[in-house]
């Protein structure tokens, strides 16, 4: 069974940093990444990382946030600097191996 957990969200001032994780287990996936919605707006990428260390990043995210792997945890990092409110909405992790998978989300405000 496969699961994924994402932990790391919460309230945080313009100019400031999170760091989320997302934990999958139960297969072996070839790629891992982020990707976030806001209210009112499509779900997008924000990040992705595959077996092989193939990294990609969202336009508006370039420069400001990292990806990151663990292969040994099977966890997933994203380290998010210089935050802006614009950056505000609900990270959802997404594994995919044999199947696809999401997370539940994570809450991130970005609010003075």
């Known amino acids: 069974q496969v699961q994924v957990v994402e932990s790391g969200g919460g309230l945080v001032q313009p100019g400031g940093s999170l760091r989320l994780a997302c934990a999958a287990s139960?297969?072996?996936?070839?790629?891992m990444a982020w990707y976030r919605q806001a209210p009112g707006k499509e779900r997008e990428l924000v990040a992705s990382?595959?077996?092989?260390?193939?990294?990609a990043y969202g336009t508006s995210v370039k420069g400001r946030f990292t990806i990151s792997k663990d292969n040994a945890k099977n966890t997933v990092y994203l380290q998010m600097n210089s935050l802006k409110p614009e950056d505000t909405a609900v990270y959802y992790c997404?594994?995919?191996?044999?199947?696809?998978?999401w997370g539940q989300g994570t809450q991130v405000t970005v609010s003075s």
């Open positions: 139960g297969s072996i996936f070839s790629i």
């Open positions: 997404f594994v995919a191996g044999r199947g696809s998978y």
């Open positions: 990382i595959t077996s092989g260390g193939y990294i």
